[in-house]
């Protein structure tokens, strides 16, 4: 690192607002807090996990407009998948909105500039669009749950159907946005 | 003047989409309900990310309102923007630039767009605390969408800021030398058409019936006028020395170097002269561009003088033009030359210009302990410079070249008594 970016990373430290301050704690928290909930689940730690993902969530909040947020994301969902086998557990929601905190505050924090303010009213927006996106993680690990408990044999024709849902909703991203995505 | 991109999506919307739909998918093809659980608002988030992605382009109109101010004034950049359908927010951000202060300091500023608003506005404060013209932006401009999926970029470009420099404190309390302008507020030794008593006198042919001392006539029994001092004005030749600006700029906050000396000190020169109804010319040598201003008076002259003073700078490229003939300034003119007497160039065009006969006066600008600097040989040679610069200030006072240390107000005054004094007295001149 040269003399000019080391200056540069100052000038941007002491540039960081108090709120953004806190929005890049809560960047890095939540992701930490996910793998604590799978470890709460597992009853057993991934240290080396914890590392890596206080790591890359501590990369994403100086440099949230990346894609190293995508890596910590998928690194909590495939040890989640891999290790985990409960899903009556109360620690998967968790582990759910946990990873939308992180996604969504990753995603506003990319479009301020590092030592502005998110507006109030923005704020309060994204605050009640995460809580809906909650609701979504809660209201799928209910009916997880209820098909769970049920014992409900496989069904090839819901889960055509979901698919079908599924492969609607990608056309429907994919001409909306794919066309145009770097 | 803006430009801008399209619509396009960002890393967030990636995410939104790589865990979302393929997260989904692969939870339903493999059975894996936890999956399900963890990539279902990722899916949410995508799918609505989609479905509200900004259609229209929006339109950029931005400002800068003045474009001219004064050092230590505020001036606002304000971006209207319209065409704006399901915009969540947007930031503008204006880069750093020297002497220039924006608020919030780090040129951000968001603004959040209700849901079914289709304009919005973004306003960033500058301060300016330099004088010079200086440029701003480009302002980036971007708009995002919900759940931060989109962005649309624009760049708002081409603005120039002109700072006046902004004048010390001065004051000349003594009387002008001679005047032999027309009119202005200077008695002169000359009687004529004013307002200052000079005495009474016998009527002459020629003399109008209003100055006639109707109480004189009638006890002499003899038409007599009150006569009056001429009301003239001066020329006031600045002549400002741009080769060369030493010493630390630290702005209309802090410490000032010799260029900032010797800007503001000829607007506050110029200022108290044209205020006074006097002519006022300036010359800015070794300054890129047209640095020349004709005698003039009046406050719009002195915007005018302001605006070349804010344009200069330091050229020392050009020391050889510095030579002017004896048309240049008119013989009845009071030369004030503003200078840190770093350059010979200045001091040697000062003789040059006294030898016509004319009334100069060289204002030393150098700023104090100029040759306090880090590097001992470079103070080293600051010390022997100013040795040999004030054997040549020595050398030009004895010719009769006054070189005077601006201190603010009153610092040309024992200047203008002397050039009083000997306004009546006769003086040998070089034709």
Redesign the interface.
Same mark, same amino acid.
């Given at each position: 690192m040269n003399r000019l970016s080391l200056q540069q990373w100052v000038d941007e430290f002491l540039?960081t &607002?108090r709120q953004q301050w806190l929005l890049r704690l809560v960047v890095v928290v939540a992701p930490v807090g996910a793998v604590l909930a799978a470890a709460a689940a597992t009853g057993a730690w991934w240290p080396f996990g914890l590392l890596m993902v206080t790591v890359l969530a501590t990369v994403s909040a100086i440099r949230p407009? @990346?894609?190293t947020?995508?890596g910590v /994301? !998928?690194l909590i #969902?495939w040890h989640?998948?891999a290790r #985990?086998d409960a899903?009556d557990t109360p620690w998967?929601?968790l /582990?759910?909105?946990c990873?939308?905190v992180f996604?969504?505050v #990753?995603?506003?924090l990319?479009?301020? +500039?590092? $030592? $502005?303010? !998110? +507006?109030?009213?923005?704020l309060g927006?994204w605050l009640r =669009?995460t809580a809906? %996106? $909650?609701g979504?993680?809660l209201g799928?690990?209910a009916l #997880?749950v209820v098909?769970?408990r049920g014992d409900a044999a %496989?069904n090839g024709v819901l @889960?055509a159907l979901?698919?079908a849902v599924?492969v609607g909703?990608?056309v429907?991203?994919r &001409? =909306?946005? /794919?066309d *145009?995505? *770097? | 003047m803006s430009s801008a991109s399209e619509w396009r999506s960002s890393p967030a919307h990636f995410r939104a989409v790589a865990v979302g739909i393929v997260g989904v998918a692969a939870a339903l093809l493999f059975r894996v309900p936890a999956l399900l659980v963890m990539s279902a608002p990722f899916g949410v988030v995508a799918i609505w990310s989609a479905a509200t992605r900004p259609r229209a382009e929006p339109s950029l109109v931005g400002e800068i309102v003045p474009t001219t101010i004064r050092e230590g004034e505020a001036t606002t950049w304000t971006g209207r923007l319209s065409n704006l359908t399901d915009v969540d927010h947007v930031v503008a951000l204006a880069p750093t630039r020297a002497w220039i202060e924006t608020r919030p300091r780090s040129g951000v500023v968001a603004t959040s767009v209700r849901k079914g608003d289709a304009t919005a506005s973004v306003a960033i404060p500058m301060r300016s605390t330099h004088w010079g013209r200086h440029e701003i932006g480009p302002i980036n401009v971007v708009a995002v969408s919900s759940w931060g999926a989109f962005r649309w970029r624009a760049l708002d470009i081409g603005y120039g800021l002109t700072t006046l420099p902004l004048p010390e404190v001065f004051d000349a309390a003594p009387p002008m030398h001679r005047a032999n302008g027309l009119v202005g507020l200077t008695r002169s030794a000359q009687p004529g058409d004013g307002n200052e008593f000079a005495g009474i006198r016998p009527f002459q042919i020629g003399d109008r019936l209003r100055r006639i001392n109707w109480r004189r006539s009638l006890r002499s029994g003899e038409l007599h006028v009150t006569s009056t001092y001429a009301d003239q004005d001066n020329h006031v030749a600045l002549f400002v020395d741009a080769l060369a600006d030493v010493g630390t700029s630290g702005g209309i906050d802090g410490e000032a170097s010799s260029l900032d000396t010797t800007v503001r000190a000829a607007g506050a020169i110029a200022e108290h002269f044209l205020l006074r109804g006097d002519r006022v010319s300036l010359r800015v040598f070794g300054s890129f561009g047209d640095a020349r201003v004709p005698p003039a008076s009046g406050r719009g002259h002195l915007r005018r003088i302001l605006d070349v003073l804010a344009s200069i700078e330091t050229d020392a490229s050009r020391p050889r033009s510095l030579r002017i003939g004896n048309g240049a300034v008119p013989g009845d003119a009071l030369v004030i030359m503003l200078s840190p007497l770093i350059s010979p160039a200045a001091l040697d065009r000062a003789v040059s210009v006294a030898s016509h006969g004319l009334s100069v006066a060289v204002v030393d600008t150098l700023p104090e302990n100029v040759h306090v600097v880090d590097d001992p040989t470079a103070e080293l040679a600051w010390r022997i410079r100013l040795l040999e610069r004030r054997r040549e200030i020595r050398t030009v006072q004895q010719v009769g070249v006054p070189v005077i240390a601006w201190h603010g107000p009153g610092s040309l005054d024992p200047f203008l008594r002397e050039m009083a004094r000997r306004s009546s007295a006769p003086r040998m001149a070089r034709r």
């Open positions: 540039a &607002s407009d @990346t894609h947020a995508l /994301v !998928v #969902v989640w998948s #985990v899903v998967l929601p /582990v759910g909105i990873l939308l996604h969504s #990753v995603a506003l990319a479009t301020i +500039p590092t $030592g $502005g303010e !998110v +507006p109030n009213a923005t927006s =669009r809906l %996106g $909650g979504a993680a799928m690990w #997880v098909f769970d %496989g @889960t979901a698919l599924v909703a990608a429907l991203v &001409s =909306r946005s /794919v *145009q995505m *770097q | -």
